[in-house]
């Protein structure tokens, strides 16, 4: 392979990709086609995986021979809005303050990708006996959505079947092996307007909304009290929450439709239909009557949003690795542990597109640079000592 393309530091790869705006709502064919110049200059051939708009790419790239045994190195390229943060410098700028590297995405997660492109040209003349599978993606920060389909093709035969995958989302390189689901949901209620003086003629769909949250806490209450002594989460339970409520129109107007946002955060191995089924037949049996007794048109409706499945631990007593095969499970962690040096590993309840590849039978682990508590922040930063720390560990691939 080519070793004479454009060189960077990861500070200087970062300030690249920092430069380029991909909110969530807005293309990232800007980055991906950057990225692939690169890799190109490189000696490197990259596939696309567009959306069916066009506006947008996922993108992936094999350094070394296309053979079993590889690693996946997996970032997001898009990040979240701005709009309504107040920010000390331009967010797309990166910006150094002391020992700190400011600028959207800094830390989730371009950082992690700054420094695999950096190793490029490194890992380009290496002479690689197994490869290094890059793959990056976009909507991650909408549901996991722009992954679905780059990862299925690589599952289907598009790499080698690899050693194992390393999802870089922030976690100040610790080793990460299991994060709970997201499951978003939204609710409708559609009752009958009325005159707020006349309440046997209407149907309150705000207070029928009130009482499925109320359902919705019991539910909560219960997964609480029920969940696994051991459980290593925190919290340690599935967790509940109701993130936006709107309905009604005036306060002597009985409101005829509201509409709640709501998600539920489930332990890897447990399915969260259960708590849809449950809320549903609350909702059948207790508040459907009461609204259509004077509205019989009245309407209950639950519809999924995007989400992001868990990743399961794949070593341990409570192992429960869905689609990888027993033989590779646990082999990223081993990996990692190779990597680092260390055997300490975490659980985090944040989620990433680590459990869409693990559903699609590939041993993955979490493990980058930053801390997610500076993520989605405004002023979101990274400091420089995480970037050196994370090639360090990266270029141990090489070996």
């Keep these: ?104 995405g800094s830390t989730d997660m371009k950082g992690f990708l700054a420094c695999a492109l950096a190793l490029v040209p490194e890992f380009a003349a290496a002479g690689l006996t197994r490869p290094i599978h890059l793959a990056i993606s976009y909507d991650e920060e909408v549901g996991c959505v722009g992954c ?54 209407g149907a309150n769909a705000i207070m029928a909304a009130g009482a499925l949250i109320g359902e919705l806490q019991r539910l909560a209450d219960r997964a609480r009290e029920t969940a696994p002594a051991d459980c290593p989460f925190t919290p340690p339970y599935t967790s509940f929450s109701v993130g936006t409520i709107e309905g009604g129109h005036a306060l002597n107007i009985i409101p005829g439709s509201c509409h709640f946002a709501w998600e539920c955060r489930t332990l890897p191995g447990e399915d969260p239909a259960q708590y849809v089924q449950a809320l549903d037949r609350f909702a059948r049996e207790t508040v459907l009557p009461r609204l259509q007794a004077t509205a019989p048109d009245a309407t ?23 689609g990888v095969p027993p033989d590779r499970r646990g082999a990223a962690e081993a990996l990692a542990r190779d990597l680092t040096g260390s055997n300490h590993t975490e659980v985090v309840s944040y989620a990433t597109e680590g459990g869409v590849f693990q559903t699609h039978g590939f041993s993955t682990v979490v493990m980058g640079p930053g801390n997610i508590r500076e993520a989605h922040q405004p002023d979101e930063f990274i400091e420089a000592d995480e970037l050196e720390r994370c090639v360090r560990v990266l270029r141990g691939l090489i070996a």
């Design 300 to 322: 209950i409706e639950t519809v999924p949003r995007a989400g992001a499945v868990a990743l399961a631990p794949e070593t341990g007593p409570n192992a429960a690795a869905d």
């Design 148 to 201: 679905q389909d780059m990862i299925k093709q690589m599952a289907d035969g598009a790499i080698a079947p690899p050693r194992g995958v390393i999802v870089g989302e922030p976690t100040e390189m610790q080793l990460v092996i299991a994060h709970k689901g997201i499951n978003g949901y939204d609710t409708t209620v559609t009752g009958k307007e009325a005159h707020s003086s006349q309440t046997q003629l």
């Design 1 to 104: 392979m080519s070793t004479q393309g454009p060189r960077y530091t990861p500070t200087e790869m970062l300030a690249k990709l920092v430069g380029f705006d991909t909110v969530s709502h807005q293309s990232n064919l800007a980055l991906i086609a950057f990225v692939e110049d690169y890799l190109a200059a490189h000696g490197i051939a990259a596939t696309r995986v567009p959306n069916a708009q066009g506006d947008k790419a996922s993108l992936y790239a094999t350094i070394g021979p296309n053979v079993d045994g590889g690693v996946v190195l997996s970032a997001h390229s898009d990040v979240v809005p701005t709009a309504h943060q107040s920010w000390s410098s331009d967010p797309f700028t990166l910006t150094q303050r002391g020992s700190r590297l400011y600028g959207r």
